[in-house]
Antibody, heavy 115, light 111 residues
């Protein structure tokens, strides 16, 4: 069974940093591109970043470019999102999702940016 | 950025009714490799989204065949042939031909 489990969220002050993780199981992680997608409270879905299976290709939304870094460790079956210079508008539920097709999603991890 | 416009924003339906949701793109979603990367997702209350349809019209495994997708280029449609109670939630189209973007969502509720 495919599972994606996010962790690392929490309450953080504006300007600070936070690192999210997504532990994958039930499939060959190293064969799939992965994504981070977020959803602000009561709002729609927003793509954040994508990374190819071997980390050769990485893309970011303009809203996070230069502040967030997506990475992966295929030996640990884990996807990461390093978030720096956090702003209040980054407050959201952050999901990891598999592949260009978004066929599997985690349950999400909440990030709240507030003083 | 590619903008996906979903209509209607809210849809009220009775059980058994057939409904359609439109997703219009500001640019063609036909990729140079011949694929059109337009998917449909359903997000039930309190749950992460789940994939229903990929590549415009291909039904994801385990998804009931009352769901169908169609379209090409810039105009796409999701149809539910006979709404059931478990279909309630917010539907999103998403494209990944270009830098990924999501539609604004269509909330399906019971009339």
């Amino acid at each position: 069974e495919v599972q994606l489990v996010e962790s690392g969220g929490g309450l953080v002050q504006p300007g600070r940093s936070l690192k999210l993780s997504c532990l994958a199981s039930g499939f060959t992680f190293s064969n799939y591109g992965m994504n981070w997608i977020r959803q602000a409270p009561g709002k729609g879905l927003e793509w954040v970043a994508s990374i190819s299976s071997s980390s050769s290709y990485i893309y970011y939304a303009d809203t996070v470019k230069g502040r967030f870094t997506i990475s992966r460790d295929n030996a640990k079956n884990t996807l990461y999102l390093q978030m720096t210079s956090l702003r209040s508008e980054d407050t959201a539920l952050y999901y990891c999702a598999r592949h260009q097709g978004y066929d599997y999603w985690g349950q999400g991890v909440m990030v709240t940016v507030s003083s | 950025d590619v903008v996906l416009t979903q209509t209607p924003p809210t849809l009220s339906a009775t059980i058994g009714q057939s409904v359609s949701i439109s997703c219009r793109s500001s640019q063609s979603l036909l990729h140079s490799n011949g694929n059109t990367y337009l998917n449909w997702l359903l997000q039930r209350p309190g749950q992460p989204p789940q994939l229903l349809i990929y590549l415009v019209s291909r039904l994801e495994s385990g998804v009931p065949n009352r769901f169908s997708g169609s379209g090409s280029g810039t105009d796409f449609t999701l149809k539910i042939s006979g709404v059931e109670a478990e279909d309630l939630g917010v539907y999103y189209c998403v494209q990944s031909t270009h830098a990924p973007t999501f539609g604004g969502g269509t909330k399906l509720e019971l009339k």
